[in-house]
């Protein structure tokens, strides 16, 4: 299962935006910080990338911010696409990084796969040459003893 690139800061409000509108029992007036935000949700990386609910002068909405771009959306849908698209390029290049590395480990495992089954190979060619050593050995020393006799 793959990891989660973003960090939930509000478990409770990330649900309540995703499913419905806020209403004034979810209570949230308190949780806003100086700025009028709370961060619901950020990337994994450092690439300050967020997600947060904000007041506006037409009530509250959503705000996608990364680094000093900044996008509202009225609507949660449209904040999260962009959220999610923001957060796919954030980490293009550390899937890329992840995707090099294990192939390579793949490359190296066929690599040592395949010296492993030459080893073996190798093994088995030295056993019979062996083998045939022997044979002709015996061979030689029966044939030497029937001569001798």
Known sequence: MQKNKYR???NTL????QSRAFTEKDNIDE???????????SDRVGADLTLSIIKTEDGIA???????????FKGWNMAWEEFVWC????NKPIEEAAKKAAEEAKRRAAEEA?????AEQLEEQEGQV???DKTVE??????TEETTK
């Open 62 to 72: 959503y705000s996608v911010k990364w680094d000093d771009s900044e996008e509202v």
């Open 14 to 17: 990330l649900e309540i935006a």
């Open 130 to 132: 062996e083998q045939e």
């Open 87 to 90: 957060l796919g390029v954030v």
């Open 138 to 143: 015996e061979t030689t020393e029966e044939t």
């Open 114 to 118: 395949a010296e492993k089954e030459a």
């Open 31 to 41: 949780r806003f910080d100086e700025e009028g935000k709370i961060k619901l949700v």
């Open 8 to 10: 939930v800061h509000s």
